[in-house]
């Protein structure tokens, strides 16, 4: 066995409109902010998740790493969208050996994929009997695509990392919030982050993994349709939507635009905890915590808390990491919801499952 220090690691959130990079130093059973750093990425260099012109982004990479003075080699990145699926299962109880022996077999009936093009991961959640007096196990199993691995880590790689960790959004945002908010007795909670292409929707129950979809449509969604609705260059919707003032932008044509996309965003929403519910018995959800950059859409915490009927808390992802004084704060608090899925992963630790 080979016994190693705790080593330091780094989280890289490599989203289609930035990535993110922090490192977080355990500070007695807490994190104290280490690094951070964040570079835009243009709309063509990742589209839907696929790396679209993987030249520029090494380059952004390893430029962001440069400029954050980050010298740790080991990484964490994650994945999300078409090619990952997590699902909670319920199988014939079993040790954790007989099932890593065949939860290739047990998965496959999930997946809509060749059982030879994925990688597959679980984690034993817990234990019951069934109504028959059968012993069952909950499993929550993820899946992701070989390929897709490739595709980000390769890139990690050519930026002069090693990608010890690949981690799923979902996940991070999980765990994200696990070590920032306490866990109510009973709580049902959805934690949405909408980003740039993707909004992810998970659902926690009792702090527990119980239901996660991603859903293709996000900040991008709004920008383009500015862009179309209004006449306007991708630019000038972009900083139309961040509530930058743009010459001849009629802001009611604007509010309408937003809203109608925002409306969209709650269909999809609404589909999400309509497939939690069947699967769970009408199971209500307590309240939502919202992140991602389009969590900062002008009046988007109002529309989603009346549409859906929900109180509504936008995530703060440092909540409970300290922060030194050499980081701006005003400027972390403005970014912070940007930074939930990279704070998940930045608390990632070598040996933990
Ligand atoms: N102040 C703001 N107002 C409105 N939208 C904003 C604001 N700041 C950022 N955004 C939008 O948030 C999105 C970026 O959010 P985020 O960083 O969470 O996405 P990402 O991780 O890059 O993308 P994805 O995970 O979908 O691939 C972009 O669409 C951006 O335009
Ligand atoms: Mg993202």
Redesign the pocket.
């Known amino acids: 066995m080979v016994f190693r220090k705790k080593s330091k690691i780094i989280g890289i959130?490599i989203?289609?409109?930035?990535i993110?990079v922090i490192q977080l130093s355990d500070n007695n059973g807490g994190y104290t902010l280490s690094r951070f750093g964040m570079a835009p990425l243009a709309p063509e260099m990742?589209v839907d998740?696929t790396i679209m012109d993987s030249v520029r982004c090494v380059e952004t990479l390893q430029n962001l790493l440069k400029d954050q003075s980050i010298s740790t080699k080991d990484a964490v990145i994650s994945l999300?969208g078409h090619s990952v699926i997590v699902k909670r299962v319920s199988l014939p109880q079993m040790t954790e050996d007989e099932l890593a022996e065949s939860i290739k077999w047990e998965a496959e009936q999930y997946i809509p994929f060749d059982i030879n093009d994925v990688n597959t991961d679980f984690q034993i959640l817990n234990t019951f009997v069934d109504p028959d007096g059968k012993p069952q196990m909950n499993v929550l199993l993820a899946v992701v695509k070989k390929d897709k691995i490739t595709e980000y880590t390769s890139l990690v790689i050519e930026a002069g990392l090693r990608p010890v960790i690949v981690d799923i959004?979902s996940f991070a945002l999980e765990n994200m919030y696990g070590i920032n908010y306490e866990v109510k007795e009973g709580e049902t909670v959805a934690l949405i982050?909408?980003?740039?292409?993707?909004t992810n929707i998970n659902i926690l129950q009792k702090g527990m993994f119980a239901f996660t979809r991603d859903v293709s449509i996000?900040?991008?969604k709004?920008?383009e349709s500015i862009q179309k609705d209004l006449g306007l260059s991708y630019e000038n919707a972009?900083r139309a939507?961040?509530?930058e003032s743009v010459e001849g932008v009629d802001s009611f044509a604007l509010d309408s635009v937003v809203e109608s996309v925002s409306g969209e965003i709650v269909n999809e929403i609404t589909r999400s905890f309509g497939y939690f519910k069947t699967a769970s018995g009408n199971e209500k959800i307590d309240k939502i915590m919202l992140s991602?950059?389009?969590s900062?859409?002008?009046g988007m915490d109002n529309f989603l808390q009346q549409r859906l009927d929900l109180p509504i808390e936008i995530v703060n992802p440092f909540r409970k990491i300290e922060i030194p004084p050499e980081f701006d704060s005003n400027y972390i608090r403005d970014i912070a919801?940007?930074t939930a899925?990279a704070v998940g992963l930045g608390i990632r630790r070598l040996n933990d499952k």
């Open positions: 959130d989203g289609s409109s930035s993110k990742i998740g999300s959004d982050n909408i980003g740039a292409s993707l996000g900040g991008n709004y920008t972009e939507k961040k509530g991602g950059g389009s900062k859409i002008k919801p940007l899925v």
